[in-house]
Every structure is written in C-alpha cells, then in structure tokens.
C-alpha cells in the first residue's frame, strides 16, 4: 500500500488550536514558545483561524482565544458520535466501560 503524505500547514494549525484550548488567552509570544514555530507563520496562522472564526483575538490585551464556534464543532462531533457511532460495549479506560455511555454522561468529552 502507498504512503499517504500529511498536509504540514495543517498539523501546525491544529498544533496552535491544541495549545490555545491548552493555554487560553496567549499572546503571540506565549505561543511562539509553545509552538515553536515562526512568528510570521503563526501570525499568518492566527489570522486564518479568525477569518475562519476558529480563534478569537483581544486587540486591547493581545490575547488569543479558541472561539465558541470550535467548542460548538466539538460538541455537535460529540452528538454525532455517541449517537451514530459509538459501539456498544466497547471498554474504554477513560470511560471504565462503554464507550457510549461515556459520551452520553459528559457532553465534553470530545471537547476535552
């Protein structure tokens, strides 16, 4: 079977959104330590994901924040796994049993 290449840009945008749940309210700085990617880069980053609504910035404390549009995608990802997806019976450790039943009894759970 051939190797599938990864798209790059999108693992290091996905990294800086895993850090901003990680980390809310950085500063360009702040993630550029955390990141360990280019300031340009992740300023060009940063103004993708709020064109896309994905992230937040506070201009008066040049903070950047996840938005309530990812937190919303994450909880219809939620919906639509514990209802359509989840096998039943499934162990699993974070859940010490049912997979479903995990889900169903916190709504954050994918969030998180």
């Not at 340009?40 to 064109?51: D, G, I, S, V, Y």
């Not at 919303?72 to 019976?89: D, K, M, S, T, V």
Request: overall charge positive.
């Amino acid at each position: 079977m051939a190797t599938v290449k990864t798209v790059r840009a999108l693992a290091r945008g996905l990294q800086v959104l895993e850090q901003l749940r990680m980390h809310p309210g950085s500063t360009l700085s702040e993630l550029n330590a955390l990141c360990k990617l280019p300031k340009a880069t992740l300023l060009r980053m940063l103004r993708t994901l709020e064109q896309r609504e994905w992230v937040y910035c506070s201009l008066a404390q040049g903070t950047y924040w996840v938005s309530a549009r990812l937190r919303e995608f994450g909880q219809e990802i939620h919906r639509i796994y514990a209802r359509n997806l989840a096998p039943e019976g499934i162990a699993s450790s974070s859940a010490g049993g049912n997979v479903r039943a995990a889900f169903d009894n916190n709504p954050d759970t994918f969030w998180m």
